[in-house]
């Protein structure tokens, strides 16, 4: 199994910065892509980055230029910072990984965190 805990979110103005972290724990052979979604209000999860093992990234175009995903191979984490918050981004962001598990024979699973409330007021 693997467990997925996050942190960091909170109650922002307009224009504030904040900083998302993602630990992963269990049994983990090695982690593939790290990325983080969110979900707004009645609205349908969407991608806002992701990260490859190799290091190369991906961004929602809402978000470029204002959020940076990095990760700690060594923690097993991965971060998301948010700078210059506008309240259309608030919503419940989800951190998900794909591993490649410790069991045998090992296979691939995909892991969902249980979400962190961002709330942007205006």
């Known amino acids: 199994q693997v467990q997925l805990v996050e942190s960091g979110g909170g109650l922002v103005q307009a224009g504030e910065s904040l900083r998302l972290s993602c630990a992963a724990s269990g049994s983990i052979f090695s982690i593939n892509t790290m990325g983080w979604y969110r979900q707004a209000p009645g609205k349908q999860r969407e991608l806002v980055a992701v990260i490859r093992s190799g290091g190369s990234t991906n961004y929602a175009d809402s978000v470029k230029g204002r959020f940076t995903i990095s990760r700690d191979n060594a923690k097993n984490t991965v971060y998301l910072q948010m700078n210059s918050l506008k309240p259309e981004y608030t919503a419940v962001y989800y951190c998900?990984?794909?591993?490649?598990?410790?069991?045998?024979?090992?296979?691939?699973?995909?892991?969902w965190g249980q979400g962190t409330q961002v709330p942007v007021s205006s």
């Open positions: 998900h990984i794909e591993v490649l598990n410790r069991n045998w024979p090992p296979s691939r699973d995909a892991y």
